[in-house]
């Protein structure tokens, strides 16, 4: 909350880098999480760690310490979309997006329901506005992420 971000629309996005985008049920709100899964693949989460296509992935050392949590204590929602009886399969223009809040996000495993013509967990295409590239505010959170 307050956070101040700088935002690039040109760059690519890449794997577990953090994008702006348009949520996708409610497109008037803007979310910023960790983008994990790439158009085209099968993901999900088990062990505290992101699996794409049956192998597992390795986050960058920045990221060592975030778990991923396989259940959502206390969750009544829908059924998530990251589980190994559940996969998420990503189509040729969407991406899978995770909070490093793990507990308490509302994020890709989450959603009930997507953008019009895509899975409920994806974000499309179309609807990311940029990657960030720096927090800048406040002052004592002055980070670069590329």
């Known amino acids: 909350s307050g956070d101040r971000l700088l935002v690039a629309k040109f760059l690519t996005p890449q794997r577990w880098g953090l994008v702006v985008f348009q949520y996708p049920e409610n497109p008037s709100l803007v979310y910023v999480d960790r983008l994990v899964g790439m158009p085209g693949e099968e993901i999900l989460v088990r062990d505290g760690s992101v699996w ?10 920045s990221l060592t310490g975030i778990n991923y949590l396989s259940e959502i204590p206390n969750w009544y ?11 998420a ?3 040729d223009d969407e991406y899978f997006v995770l909070s490093d809040f793990s507990a308490q ?4 495993r989450m959603w009930k329901k997507g953008a ?3 899975n409920p967990f994806a974000v499309p295409e179309s609807h990311l506005i940029g990657v960030v590239t ?6 004592d959170r002055w980070r670069i992420f590329r």
């Open 105 to 108: 996000s509302n994020d890709s």
């Open 134 to 139: 720096h927090i800048y505010w406040p002052l």
């Open 52 to 61: 794409a296509n049956g192998k597992k992935l390795t986050p960058p050392d």
């Open 116 to 118: 019009v013509g895509h």
């Open 89 to 91: 399969l990503l189509g």
């Open 77 to 87: 929602g829908p059924e998530t979309w990251w589980s190994a009886e559940r996969p």
